[in-house]
C-alpha cells in the first residue's frame, strides 16, 4: 500500500506530493487530465513555434514563496526570465504608471508619485521574507506575525482595512497611479471599491516590484516538468488520465480513492481539487457534518475568465513606451471604469469595455515565438453563466478593439487567436468551476479561517487521514504552491 496519494498535479498537488516524497514517503499523484500540470502548462494553441500559457503565465510568487525556493527547481533546469517594466497600467489619454524592480526608475514611472511608491516599495523589499512568511503559512501564524513586528503589523492593517481605491486614493495623487493596485486586485474578484479589498492588489503589486512578474524559459510547462523531476528524483510517481471519483472513507477514516482505473489504497490522500467538488461529490454525505455540506452549499466562487491567446506578426505597437517593454500590461482607464466593469460581471452581463491583463512573454523570451514574431496572453473577467457559443467571438472582437485603442495598429498584426471562454477552462480543469481562476472568491468572507470553510482552514477534513491542498485553501490562487505545502506539512506533523 502506498502511503500518500495526490489528488491533482497542480502546483499544489506536485509541491504536496514533493514534501510527502522528500519526508521518506511512497506517493503517487492522479490526474484526470493527459496532460499534467493543472493550470501551470502551455501549449501550441495558435499557429506552430507559438507557445502559448493555457493559464498562469506570469510568477512573483513562483520564486519567492518558500515551498517554491525550498524545492531548489533551479537545479533541475528551471530558468526564469525578467522584463524591464514589470506591470504597466496605461490609459487612452496618453498617461500610465509602470511597477519598475529599479526603484530610481520610479520618479520617471509612477505617473508623479514615485516618491511615494518607493517608500512603499523599500519597506516591502526590506521586509519581503517576514511578510510572506505572515501571509502565506497556516491561519494563524502568531510566531511570524511577532517576528513582523508591531510597526509593521500596524503598516500592513492600514492596507488590510482599505479598498483599494481607498488607499490609493489616500497615497497617491494621481489618477494612473491610482489605478495600479486596483487593476492588480481585479487578478481575483475584488472590485476597486470593495470593503477591505486593499490587500490583494497591495500584495501583487510589492511582489512586483521585489520579485518581478517573472515568467519560465521554454513556457509555463516548464515550472510543470521541473517539479515533476523533483519529485520522480525523491522517489514520487504521477499517473496522468486517471480521474479520482471517489474518496474510500472506513470508520471516518481515508484509505484510498477510487478511479476510472479501480480502487487504489493508500495511508493519507492529499486532494488538489476543488472543495465543493471534494465534499459535495467524492464523499458520503453519511460521513461529512451537515454544516459542511450546508457551508459547500453556499461556496462562493470568483468572476469567470475569458482567455484570448494571439499569435502575432510583431511586437504589439503600444502607443506608451512602458507598455512595449513590459512583462505584464493592464487595460482599465480609472477607478470608476474598473468600478462600472466590476458591477456589469456581478450584474451577468457582458462587458461592453473589458478590463484586460495583457501578457507578453515573447518579449523576454525568445523561445516563445519564430524569429520576429510574438505572443500575446490576455484575459477579462466575466460572468460565469453567458450564452458562450453566441458571444465568444463578440467578446474576442471587444477585447481586440480595447487593445487596439492602447495600440493602433495591433489587428493588423494578428496572424492568429484562440479563445477560451469559462466552459473551456472548466471542461479542461475541474477546479476552475465557471471559469473561476481563483479556487473561489477572493473576498475577505472567504479568507483565511473561512477559506474553504471554518473550522476546516488548516488542510485537515472533517475525514481522519484525508487533506486538502489546492487553492480552495489558504492562501489561495497564485503559483505559490503554500496550499500544497502546507497540506503535506499537517500530514507529516500529524504522522509524528
Ligand atoms: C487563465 C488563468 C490565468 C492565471 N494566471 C496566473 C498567473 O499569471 N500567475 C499566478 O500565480 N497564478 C495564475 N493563475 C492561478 C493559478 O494557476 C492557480 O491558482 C494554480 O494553478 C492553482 O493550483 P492548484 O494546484 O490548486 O490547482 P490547478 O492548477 O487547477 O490543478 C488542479 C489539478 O487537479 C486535477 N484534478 C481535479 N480534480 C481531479 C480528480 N477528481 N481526479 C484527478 N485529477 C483531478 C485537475 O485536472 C488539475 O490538473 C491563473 C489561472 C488561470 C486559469
Redesign the pocket.
Known amino acids: 500500500m502506498l502511503d500518500a496519494l495526490v489528488?491533482?498535479?497542480?502546483?499544489?498537488?506536485?509541491v504536496a506530493a514533493n514534501v510527502l516524497a522528500r519526508a521518506g514517503m511512497s506517493v503517487r499523484v492522479?490526474?484526470?487530465?493527459t496532460a499534467?500540470?493543472?493550470?501551470?502548462r502551455s501549449r501550441e494553441l495558435t499557429l506552430p513555434g507559438f507557445v502559448h500559457?493555457?493559464?498562469?503565465?506570469?510568477?512573483?510568487?513562483?520564486t519567492s514563496s518558500p515551498a517554491m525556493r525550498s524545492l531548489d527547481l533551479g537545479g533541475v533546469g528551471l530558468e526564469w526570465c525578467k522584463a524591464e517594466v514589470e506591470s504597466a497600467h496605461p490609459a487612452l489619454d496618453g498617461s500610465c504608471a509602470s511597477i519598475v524592480r529599479n526603484l530610481d526608475e520610479l520618479d520617471r514611472s509612477f505617473a508623479g508619485d514615485g516618491p511615494e511608491w518607493r517608500k512603499v516599495a523599500a519597506w516591502v523589499g526590506k521586509e519581503r521574507d517576514k511578510l510572506l512568511a505572515l501571509l502565506l503559512a497556516p491561519p494563524v501564524p502568531l510566531g511570524a506575525a511577532w517576528q513582523f513586528g508591531a510597526m509593521n503589523l500596524l503598516r500592513l492593517a492600514e492596507i488590510g482595512l482599505s479598498s483599494g481605491r481607498g488607499w490609493s486614493e489616500r497615497h497617491f495623487k494621481s489618477e494612473a497611479a491610482r489605478r495600479v493596485v486596483p487593476g492588480l486586485a481585479l487578478?481575483t474578484d475584488i472590485g476597486p471599491d470593495d470593503e477591505l479589498g486593499a490587500a490583494v492588489g497591495f500584495m501583487l503589486a510589492a511582489l512586483a516590484s521585489c520579485d518581478g512578474f517573472a515568467v519560465p524559459r521554454g513556457g509555463t510547462s516548464s515550472i510543470t516538468n521541473a517539479l515533476v523531476r523533483r519529485l520522480e528524483q525523491q522517489g514520487g510517481t504521477v499517473v496522468s488520465g486517471?480521474?479520482?471519483?471517489e474518496i474510500l472513507v472506513r470508520r471516518g477514516r481515508a484509505y484510498g480513492v477510487r478511479?476510472t482505473e479501480g480502487d487504489i489504497e493508500a495511508g493519507v490522500v492529499v486532494a488538489?481539487?476543488?472543495a465543493p467538488?471534494l465534499y459535495l461529490n467524492?464523499l458520503p454525505e453519511a460521513d461529512l457534518p451537515s454544516s459542511v455540506i450546508a457551508s459547500m452549499r453556499r461556496f462562493h466562487h470568483g468572476f469567470g475568465?475569458f482567455?484570448v491567446d494571439f499569435a502575432l506578426d510583431g511586437p504589439v505597437p503600444w502607443s506608451h513606451e512602458d507598455c512595449a517593454r513590459a512583462a505584464v500590461v493592464h487595460a482599465g482607464e480609472s477607478n470608476a471604469d474598473l468600478a462600472r466593469f466590476v458591477r456589469e460581471v456581478r450584474a451577468g452581463e457582458l462587458p461592453e469595455q473589458p478590463y484586460l491583463v495583457l501578457?507578453q512573454q515573447s518579449l523576454i523570451d525568445d523561445s516563445r515565438a519564430p524569429p520576429g514574431k510574438h505572443t500575446l496572453w490576455c484575459?477579462s473577467r466575466v460572468p460565469s453563466q453567458r450564452p458562450w457559443a453566441n458571444e465568444r467571438e463578440l467578446f474576442a472582437d471587444r477585447i481586440e478593439a480595447r487593445i487596439e485603442g492602447l495600440a493602433p495598429g495591433f489587428k493588423r498584426r494578428v496572424l492568429a487567436r484562440h479563445i477560451?471562454a469559462p466552459p473551456d477552462?472548466a471542461r479542461?480543469?475541474?477546479?476552475?468551476i465557471g471559469g473561476d481562476?481563483?479556487?473561489g472568491s477572493a473576498q475577505i468572507g472567504q479568507q483565511l479561517f473561512f477559506r474553504p470553510m471554518f473550522p476546516y482552514f488548516r488542510y485537515r477534513t472533517p475525514i481522519a487521514g484525508l487533506y486538502l491542498?489546492?487553492?480552495?485553501s489558504h492562501p489561495?490562487?497564485?503559483?505559490?504552491g503554500m496550499?500544497?505545502f502546507n497540506a503535506a506539512h499537517a500530514v507529516l506533523a500529524d504522522r509524528s
Open positions: 489528488i491533482g498535479s497542480g502546483p499544489n498537488g506536485l492522479l490526474e484526470q487530465n499534467i500540470g493543472g493550470a501551470v500559457d493555457v493559464g498562469a503565465a506570469f510568477f512573483p510568487f513562483a487578478h486517471c480521474s479520482v471519483d478511479t488538489d481539487v476543488a467538488t467524492m475568465t482567455k501578457g484575459y477560451t477552462l479542461t480543469n475541474p477546479n476552475l481562476l481563483g479556487g491542498g489546492s487553492s480552495y489561495g490562487a497564485g503559483v505559490h496550499c500544497g
